[in-house]
Every structure is written in structure tokens, then in C-alpha cells.
């Protein structure tokens, strides 16, 4: 069991998760968790809807990560009208 204090921070009350706890539930900064109490006692629970880029890149299979010939001939094309390079 791990033990965190209660800390003030402004006009709020605050506690830090901890490292390992945050890594062990994949937890990164900026993850939106709901907050209820249950039986007198705080439950945080992560909110799956906010899937990061990062994350699902993750789970992706490496090698859809290799450039086909589409993928090539899109890169070496040259602009059409007013791009940004």
C-alpha cells in the first residue's frame, strides 16, 4: 500500500500519484480521470475516451511503419500550387 499526503496548491487541495503507480495504469501527464467516492473512500478512475497518438502507435505492428511505393512516390512529389514546404 502506498501513503500520499494531502498538499495546498492555490485554492485547491491536492495529492500526487506516484510514478510507478501512474507507469503500472499508463497514466501520462494530462490524462483525465474521473473522480467519485464509494463508501466514504476517494476512487479515481481513468476515462479510456482520450486515446493519445502516442499510445496507439504503441499497439500498432512495426512494419506498417515501412514506406510502400505510394508512400515514396507521395513524398518525392513536387508541389502542385501554393504548399508549404
Do not use: C, H, Y
Not at 75 to 82: C, E, I, S, V
Amino acid at each position: 500500500m502506498t501513503t500520499v499526503t494531502v498538499r495546498q496548491s492555490g485554492g485547491a487541495e491536492i495529492v500526487s500519484i506516484p510514478k510507478a503507480i501512474g507507469k503500472m495504469l499508463g497514466l501520462t501527464v494530462g490524462a483525465e480521470l474521473e473522480l467519485s467516492v464509494v463508501d466514504n473512500k476517494i476512487v479515481l478512475t481513468p476515462l479510456s475516451d482520450d486515446t493519445s497518438l502516442e499510445a496507439l502507435l504503441a499497439e500498432s505492428p512495426r512494419e506498417n511503419f515501412s514506406l510502400n511505393d505510394e508512400d515514396r512516390e507521395w513524398l518525392d512529389a513536387k508541389p502542385l500550387g501554393r504548399e508549404l514546404l
